[in-house]
Structures are given as C-alpha cells and as structure tokens.
C-alpha cells in the first residue's frame, strides 16, 4: 500500500465526477495552450520576417495594408509607386539599402515577386537546386512552393494575373531556374523574379493587342479583389492601354493566350530604360499620366543607415512625397493590439473554465471528506499521522490537476498540429504543435495550485478531523 | 502491559472516569464492562492514546503515552495497539488484502504481505484476500477487521463492543478468534462491553459500573 494507491482507490470509486474535473480542467489549459503557442509562434514569425526592414515605402494608403502586402504578402498591396520616385527615397541620405519589390501575379496562390538578389539575402535564402534568376522570365522558386507542387529546375510555371488567381498569363511562362533550401520565412511561399520579368509579363499584352484583355470584364470586381489589380490603383483603365484604351473591346479578353504569339523572352526581354513605352505620352483620357506598370515598383523595403531616421524619414516621405512609409514594428504591433482583444476573450474563457474546474475539484473533494471522516479516523488508529491524512488529502487534489494539465497539454497541442496542417494562414506563419511557448511553464504552476488551492480546505478538515469524536459516533 | 494512576477523565466538568490504580499483566485477557455511558469507550480511548486523560498517567507497553507528542503517539498506537469496532470499518475502496497492508504503511512498517497472508489464513479468510469488503459477509468482515488489528503484532489489542450486534454463536466465536489472535501476538487483550452473555468467559473483569471500581486498586 502507498498513499497514491490509498487515494486512487478513492478516486476510482467516482470515475464520472473525476472526469469531468479532468476533462473541465483540460479544456480550459487547452484553449490557453492554444493561445500561447499560436501568439507567440505568430509574433516570433511576424518579427523575424520584419527583421532588418526598418521601413516600407509604398503607395498612400493604409499603412497595415502596406506591411501585411509588402512584408508578409498576405494582403493586397496599395498601390505602385513610380521608379523615378522610387529613386529620389533611395538616394535619401538617411536610407541605407533598399529592397524594390514589383507584386502583382501569383502561381497557384502563391506571389511572384519581381526584386533583386538583395531580397534572398536578407532572408539568408540558399538555393537547393539550380540558380538564381537571371535573365528575364527566370524564376527562383521558394521551398513550399516547389514541394507542393512538385516544382523541378527546369520546369516552366504559367502565371496568374493578380494574388488571388485571374486569368492565366499562358503565353508568358516563367522557367524555374532554381529552387531555394527552406528558410522557415515568408521566402518559402513566394516565388522570385526580377522586377523587369513582372514588367514584361503585363507589359507585353500592349504588344500582343491583348491589353484590354480582363479590364472591362473585371472593371466591376475591382472593388471585392483588388488582389489582382494591384498595378491599376488608380483608375479603372489599367496602365496596359494608355495609348489604346479607347479601343478596348470586349471579346477579345477572355482567352488571350489562345491566338497570342508567344515572343521568346529574349526578344521581348528585359525592358531597358528606353525600350517600353513610356507614360509621357498623354492616353485616352484615362487617369494620371503614372499609369506605367511597366515602370513601377509597389514597394521599397527600406534599412535606414542612422537610428535618427526612424523619427525623421517617414515624416519626410509622407509630407514631401505621394508616398507613404510605414513602420514593421510599429504596424505589427498595433495589429497584435487589436488581435490582443480576441486573444484576450479566449484567454478569459480559457481561465473561467479552469476556475469552474477548480471549484469542481474542490467540492468534490469536500464532500468526499464528509463521506471518508470515519475512514480518516481509521487511518489515525492506524498510525496515519495528521499531516498523512493532509498529504493524502492534497495528494487528490494534485492528482486531478496533473491529469488535467497532461490532457490539457496533449489537447492544446493537438489542436495547434490540427491548426497547422488544416488553415493555410497557419501554414504561411510556420505554425507548429512541436513548441514549447514561454509561458506554458507558467500552465504547470497554475494547474498545481489549481490542485493545492482546491484541495486546501478539505485537506484542513482532514487535519482536524477529532479522533475519538469520530470513533465514538457510531 | 498497561498500567493506569490516578487517572481522572471529564466531559464538561462531569468525571466520566475515576480510576487510581490499574493494572494488565503483559499477555493477560480480561473484560471492561459497564452500561453505556459508564465510560468503557472513553477508557479504551485513554489505553489507545486516542484521548488524553484529564488528569493521571497512562502506561502502555512501557511507554508513558502522555509524554509521547502527537505524531509520534499515532505512530506508537499504529506500531503497538492493534483497535477492533464494534463497527469494524473497513475501508472500502480497498481490499481485504490491501486493508491489512495499511496497518504496516500507515504505522511506517515494511510492507508485509507474508504476514497478510499469514494472518489472514489464520482467520480462515484465505480466498477472500482480493475480496471488497461490500462482498463480505458480517462475520467476514468482523474477522478483517480482526486481522487487520493484529496486522503490526500489536503488544496490546483493544476491542470495543465486538459482540454486541452478533448472536451468542457468533459472540462465541469473535471472542475466541480475539483470544486466539490475543494469544499469537501474546498481547494484553482488554475488551469492553455492555454484554453480560460473555462475563463468565474471563476471569479478569474490569466493572465500571461497580462503585469499588472507582476507588479500589486493581490489577490482574
């Protein structure tokens, strides 16, 4: 006999009640372990992608937006900023590199990116396989890209017009150069190219008298998926037609990689400073003259050279320019501000359920120690002394939070495995049950006082209990 | 061995027990009668420790149990006094094996499951050993509660109203198994009742509710 055998015997004899202690007490560490490990993996991921980008240089818009499109490629861009515009923030006394990214079309969901050499190496991105992209209609393709749909050097990938999946630009594939080693960072989904091949694949549809391909007919979702328009912000008539917008039919669109001539890359080719045409010319009646995808960036990832210009240059590019600069830092923190209210909620239902267990154990507990005071007595005649029958009794309590804090582990786990393989926005931040969040360990001390607090007062009733009272009443 | 002096005991101001000079010889049996009321339990309560005296000194197996403080009196008592009910309670989540085997641990004595076995034999309750108490029958679980005292071979066995919800057959027999027991472990048996039935059977009869009780000395 021991004392943990003495008190199982006991909490055998209710299964039913001590189950539901244990299953309310695993709930409630369930949905906090859940919280932990998906706040924590979250920020660590949103920081680590953000790490090194002091700034983001985009079109006016909301600054959330800008980082969520530019830094995490989640969201849809706010709009596109002119090269020469780009190149005055560049040269800015206080900008010590600068990254431009061009976004615009996808593969299957996944981004392409037209950027330089200097955006793997600031994620540290290694090639598996192949090469860095070189000559135009190159791609570099990022791990979970390639994995999941089983991409190969050599292969050829048919791009999609806008984030989301428009039409196909099938007359333009890309030829996957190479594949990049996995980095755990937002690399891994995206696929690289350089800025002029996301110039090329919109702005040979001027040539291929394709341009007003999808416009009209999409004019009106323009508004509901403005993913796939990122380049078109600011008007209906997309940059593509500016000399020819007038004539924009509308059959001709659907299908335009049927009749296109597919120009070899080379001799469409990287667009020179001369070779496109250029916006200057005033076109049909459309928007502002900046209409020029072809001469675009919708980002710079900046790194200021002086702590100074945190305080300065936004203020600089926001009043002097028609772009907008907004802080990663700043805007994921004011995100996890207003996600922090939901967490919160959880969190507090997480506890309330730990609370109800808490008193659950405690009146179990309690009555158990009306039921057992003759067999308290008993142990006493025994030889059990005072403090066993404590132990014996805080033993109980302790034993029912254990088993609520295995469970509510192994429960909290699980589901963020289950989270991880199912949601693709878990997928995106590297969700994983495999971790163990800071404050967890904080769980383990809360489930034990959880067991000692509920098992406190019948474990002083037990120390109490009067011997020869309790032998002589019956 | 139990030696009690001088010792007086009140509930509320009311002397429920007056007893100058008693003595049990190591091994000796005998009876503490008296009606209910007359203090047979709280006398048994004094002998086990479970009650200290409101005045006097207890002795038993050499120890003076007033001296002892409380932890190591309910060591002593689970080391040395073997306790019988009249409502012998088992306890019953455990079984009749596992009841005997609290003796040694809660008395902090090695884990003897020979002497379990032993003992439980002894008392013709063998095939019972992995038995629940609900599955017992009244004379069994008597005979648990039994072995159970005698667990620790206890130098005193203190029995209180053993019989007196058993009929005279069965009165018979615990009474015998407690001498029997009584006599294996040679401990000092000292049983209290209010049943006349089983006077004549011992000899040594401690009567509280004789006056002389109160006053004679008195020793077997």
Redesign the interface.
Known sequence: ??LI??TL??V??RPLQAALNVVMLALGIATIVVLLLFSSQARDNLEATAQGIDAVVGAKGSPLQLILSSVYHMDVPTGNISVQEARQIQAHPLVASSIPLALGDSYRGFRIVGTTSQYPQHYDAALAAGAWWDATYEVTVGHRVAREHNLSVGDSVITAHGLTGGHLHEDRPLSVVGIMEETGTVVDRLLLTSVETVWAVHGQYEEDGHEDHDHEDHGDEEGNDEGEHAHSEQGDAHAHDDDDAAASGEAGGRAPASGGPATPPGQQGAPGPGGMRLPGSPGGGTAVGALATDREYTALLIGYSSPIAAATFPRFVNRETDMMAASPAFETARMFELLGVGFEVLQAFGFILILAATLGIFIALYNAMQDRQ??LA???????????LTRHVLLEGLLFAVAGLVLGLALGHLATGLLAVTVDQAQDMNLTAWAWAPRQTWLVGLALAVGAVSALLPAVQAYRTD??FT??R? | MITLSNIVHRYDDEVVLDIPAFTAAPGSHGLVLGRSGSGKTTLLHLLAGVLRPTRGQVTVAGEDLGALSGDALDRFRGRHIGLVFQQMHLLKTLTVTQNLLMAPYMAGLPHDRERARAVLTSLDLADKADAYPAALSTGQRQRVAIARAVMNRPEVLLADEPTSSLDDVRSVQVLDLLTEQANACEATLLIATHDRRVKDRFPNRLDLDEADARVAEMSW
């Open positions: 006999m021991n055998r003495l015997s006991y055998r004899q003759y067999d008993v142990m006493r005649t025994l030889g059990a002394s005072r403090s066993t011997l020869a032998l002589a019956e």
